[in-house]
């Protein structure tokens, strides 16, 4: 913002200048009406023809239709990209959507893991392995070392 208005500052500063300038040029001798036009410059001859009017008339026009071919082209490259970005953006989230871990999953298939042993062994959902071997007692032959 603050290079904002450094750049409004120059550029009201340079418009005083040139308005200075321009009410300064009626002040200016004209050159002599009897002085021929061959000891002007050919510099000066060029300036006051209408070959510039007619030089910038044609580089306005070429310009306009240029810059109107490029920026169609511009826009037919913004358009390109951003449909591949998008082609890569769903990729990328179909990928991460099949590498991602969902432990909701994991753990609903750990739960009905468990449940399937159970089931399978004959065992209780209230009954662990720790409260199983501690209520075994051994046997009478068998020995304890």
Not at 7 to 14: D, G, R, Y
Not at 70 to 89: A, F, T
Not at 127 to 143: C, L, Y
Request: proline share 3%; hydrophobic share 45%.
């Amino acid at each position: 913002m603050l290079e904002f208005a450094f750049v409004t500052a120059l550029m009201i500063c340079l418009s005083a200048v040139l308005y200075l300038m321009v009410r300064a040029l009626p002040r200016i001798a004209e050159e002599p009406a009897g002085e021929s036009t061959e000891s002007k410059g050919m510099l000066d001859r060029w300036a006051h023809s209408d070959l510039p009017e007619k030089i910038d008339i044609f580089l306005n026009s070429f310009l306009f239709k240029f810059l109107r071919k490029i920026k169609v082209v511009v826009l037919k490259l913004d358009n390109s990209l951003g449909s591949h970005l998008q082609r890569m953006k769903a990729k990328e989230e179909e990928h991460e959507r099949k590498a991602a871990i969902n432990f909701q999953d994991i753990a609903q298939g750990a739960e009905e893991r468990r449940v399937e042993d159970r089931r399978r062994f004959g065992r209780r959902a209230s009954d662990r392995p720790v409260d199983i071997v501690k209520s075994a007692e051994p046997a009478q032959d068998d020995v304890i070392v």
